[in-house]
């Protein structure tokens, strides 16, 4: 028996579940909550998919249920429009929350949370599978080791301020950045920009492998597939015209991507990045993907 998937988008109205129950490719809309605030960031278990985790209004918001109902755990910092919600890849529990100078870290799926205290705002981030963290303050990417008690630089300063940073599934220590439209990889803890894109980027991501692939999706649209030593020439068309602003791997298939973007348009690609299928338009714009299987 098929295994249902399930699509949680964070959009400018509310956050909307879609669901495919037998893995056909006909995504149903099962629900939409929080209709008429924005949904800045959504975070699934991918252990169990009932709990799910967005930032809306300000706020954290829990659910157990699958989002019949919602509780706001006890963080009472108000948060900026830029706080994003985090996972990391090989522990399914832990969940960060990036709120500027600050950090808010759970170890039980978001149930309880410490706060820690940021050397400064950081406006990128990412959890590498070893469990580190990475923050990027100005040009300067930051390691810390220890769970945020500590931090050092890693590396010398980008020639731009980094927008995203991702970690290379199944790879410590290789964290890729895009700056200014391009993207850069990092290893052993030396910087380089990885040449022949064609065009600049909005956003990237990494998708598990040996080597990992790379995507990036171009601000004249399409996606483009790389390695950490280039990109491959052919761009892969989007179902629709315009640049993807979001691109989530899907968390519970490695060969699965989906791409999103500020028209309120989602697409689905199974095979890494070559090809895209439409599975919404129509919505509001999309600023967060979460996806996972029912089990």
């Not at 988008?9 to 579940?17: E, F, K, R, S, V």
């Not at 004249?220 to 179902?239: M, N, T």
Request: hydrophobic residues 45%; charged residues 20%.
């Amino acid at each position: 028996m098929a295994k249902a998937t399930l699509l949680f988008l964070a959009t400018d109205d509310g956050l909307t579940l879609l669901s495919d129950p037998a893995n056909q490719g006909r995504w149903l809309r099962s629900a939409h909550h929080f209709q008429g605030s924005a949904v800045q960031s959504v975070w699934v278990d991918h252990s169990n998919p009932l709990i799910t985790l967005i930032i809306a209004a300000g706020r954290i918001h829990r659910s157990t249920d699958g989002g019949q109902t919602w509780m706001a755990p006890a963080i009472n910092d108000p948060l900026a429009p830029s706080s994003v919600l985090y996972g990391a890849p090989r522990q399914p529990l832990f969940v960060g929350l990036l709120a500027g100078d600050t950090l808010f870290a759970s170890d039980d799926a978001g149930a309880h949370w410490r706060r820690i205290a940021l050397p400064g705002a950081y406006g990128a981030f990412a959890i590498d599978d070893a469990g580190r963290f990475y923050g990027a303050r100005d040009r300067q990417v930051m390691v810390s080791d220890d769970r945020g008690a500590t931090w050092k630089p890693y590396g010398a300063p980008l020639p731009n301020v980094p927008r995203v940073l991702r970690a290379a599934p199944g790879m410590a220590n290789v964290i890729c950045a895009l700056a200014d439209g391009r993207v850069y990889a990092i290893e052993r803890e030396n910087w380089r920009c990885i040449d022949g894109i064609p065009g600049k980027a909005t956003t990237c991501t990494a998708l598990a492998g040996a080597p990992p692939t790379l995507l990036a999706a171009l601000t004249d649209g399409g996606v483009v597939r790389g390695s950490l030593d280039g990109w491959e020439p052919p761009i892969a068309a989007l179902p629709w015209k315009g640049a993807a602003t979001i691109l989530k791997p899907a968390g519970y298939h490695m060969d699965t991507a989906f791409a999103a973007s500020a028209m309120g348009e989602v697409a689905i690609s199974t095979d890494r990045g070559r090809s895209w299928n439409l599975v919404r338009r129509g919505l509001a714009a999309v600023r967060d993907i979460a996806a996972a299987r029912l089990a």
